[in-house]
Structures are given as C-alpha cells and as structure tokens.
C-alpha cells in the first residue's frame, strides 16, 4: 500500500483534538461528552500514537493551555460541563459549556489549534 499524505494529516489532526480535549476536560469537575462516538474514535487514534510522541504532544498542550485557563483554573474546577466535538468542514470543533460559559477549541487538518474562552462578568470578576 502505498503512503497517503491525506491519512497522516487526518491521523495528526485527530490525535491532536484528542489531546486538546484531554487537557481542557481535565481542567473541569466533570464532562459529559454528547457524541460518544467521536470521543471514542479520537481516543483510538491517540492509543494509536507511540508513548514518546504522546507525552511530547501533551507537554505542549498542556504548557499552552495553562497560559489560557489559568486565570480560570480555580473557578473551572468545581464546574461541570457538556462537551460536544464534531467535524465542520475540514476542521474538528470542540466546544466545553457549563451553562454560561463556553470555552472553544479547533483543531485544523495540520494539527494546529486555536482555543478561545467566552464567559460572563460575573465569571471574570470570580477568577
């Protein structure tokens, strides 16, 4: 069988949203994923990657994303929340509600991520 690029980038792009939705989950007292089958499937890729190459990946997610929820940290960890992933397009969306607030992630075909957080001014004024 010959290499397919597409495969790799796919491959890359899945194992990377598993571990960004490994990370903000941990962050929170409990998530409720609402389409198991895609956390399911994520997980199988990440199962898939070599121990080195895991903990290198999440060395880096990890060193990045507390520079993003750190301020939130405290507030975050009695929360729960409802997690949604799905596909749009080319990119995998990860969205983290807790009834007010809302903290997205995306992940591109690359594997390069972007994470935003929208919350209210009581959450802000608490953190």
């Known amino acids: 069988m010959a290499y397919r690029f597409m495969e ?7 194992e990377t949203t598993y571990i960004v939705y490994m990370i ?9 994923c609402r389409n198991a089958y895609m956390e399911k499937r994520l997980y199988l890729r990440y199962t898939e990657m070599k121990r080195s ?12 994303l ?21 596909s749009v397009q080319d990119i ?8 007010f607030e809302r903290i997205r992630a995306e992940v591109d075909p690359r594997g390069y991520y972007k ?3 929208k919350c209210n001014e ?3 004024a608490v953190s």
């Open 122 to 124: 009581t959450f802000n």
């Open 24 to 32: 903000i989950s941990s962050y929170f007292n409990k998530v409720i």
């Open 66 to 86: 507390e520079k993003i929820l750190a301020r939130y940290e405290n507030v975050l960890a009695k929360m729960n929340c409802e997690a949604i992933i799905r």
């Open 8 to 14: 790799k980038k796919k491959s890359t792009q899945e």
């Open 115 to 117: 994470v935003t957080v």
């Open 53 to 64: 190459t895991q903990e290198n990946k999440e060395s880096k997610v990890i060193a990045h």
């Open 92 to 99: 995998y969306v990860l969205d983290f509600y807790t009834g």
